[in-house]
């Protein structure tokens, strides 16, 4: 049994999940053989980022959420102003690892999933006008830094109405649970949109993420690369949560964190009037549309986008070589 996950585990950490204790057939010494991975790779517990190295990330976290356009050697070189000794190797794994890369124009500027697995879709909502709520959801990730470590913030909104649908925290970057993300939101709206907009980030263009999709009959919409004007409204929601909240909070662990921000997200939903929303709340919006001349989405292209799935033609990214 141990063999067969061998062959279609690939990197150290899935073999080591794949290893199970207490065993009586096989020990854990013989799985590991089998897994072609040392005892010791098994038993190895990470250590987290140093005090000084979260200390940076927050504050290249600042940095990147006032100028988006800014890469390894901006930020290397704006650091060393500040009097912090890095260099843009530390600030590229920091970067990495944070999910945070330069938005300006040039080569390689969004990286997401490459090979079968992964699949491009056009970006739907250029120039459409939307005039009620579930008619384009948005979705994104972004880091969230506390006192000590760092977590990654995942939530879905609604275009029209600016209505928080879901949000989840997670430590790791995955797939899992921006699907946990996607399948509450659907149970809390009780409804679907009529498109769905992502960046092409590795998570959204996961098979996984785009058979979900495939399977409520939502249409697929993705950012053009390196252009995060595509996805302005989550973008803003990041900027007023950070400034408002995790930037004044020093979060010291998860459960602080996690009540923060549930804490935060409801008042932006029930109680934070916008603007835009002729200084209502999100929920006034999305529950009561009729009061603010919502309705169906009346586009030209409503039956096509409905029958998305009938024609998408979405684009394989290939390995760079």
Known sequence: MVAKKSKSLGTVIQKRAAVECGVEDIGVKRQCE?????????????QGESKYNLKLMRRMDELYLNRSALGVGMM??????EGHQ???????????????????????????????QHNIYPYLLRG??????????????????????????VAIIDWWSRYVLDWQLSN???????????????????????????????????????????GIGVACSMDGRG????????????RSFKTEDIYLKEYE?????????????????????????????????????????????DWADLELIKNFWDHAKPKVRKTLR
């Open 86 to 116: 890095v260099n843009p190797k530390r600030i590229h794994r920091l970067m990495k690892k944070m999910g945070i890369k330069s938005l300006a124009p040039g080569p390689h500027t969004s990286r997401p999933g490459i090979g079968k």
């Open 34 to 46: 089998l897994l072609s991975i040392s005892r010791r790779a098994f038993y190895y517990t990470p």
């Open 253 to 297: 662990n998860v459960a602080q964190l996690y009540e923060g921000t549930e804490s935060w997200f409801d008042f932006y939903n029930y109680k934070r009037p916008h603007l835009s929303l002729d200084r209502q709340v999100p929920n006034t919006w999305y529950r009561k549309p009729h009061l603010y001349e919502g309705g169906p989405a």
């Open 172 to 214: 790791t970057m995955d797939v899992d649970f921006c699907l946990d993300a996607l399948h509450a939101a659907i149970a809390h709206a009780g409804a679907t949109p009529l498109i769905f907009n992502s960046d092409q980030g590795s998570q959204f263009t996961s098979c996984s993420f785009i058979d979900a999709l495939r």
């Open 128 to 153: 459409r006008k939307l005039n009620g709520p579930n008619q384009v959801w948005s979705i994104d990730i972004t880091y969230i830094p506390m006192n000590k470590g760092f977590m990654y913030l």
């Open 76 to 81: 290397t070189d704006i650091l060393r102003l």
């Open 227 to 238: 252009r995060y004007l595509d996805n302005i409204f989550i973008e803003r929601l990041w």
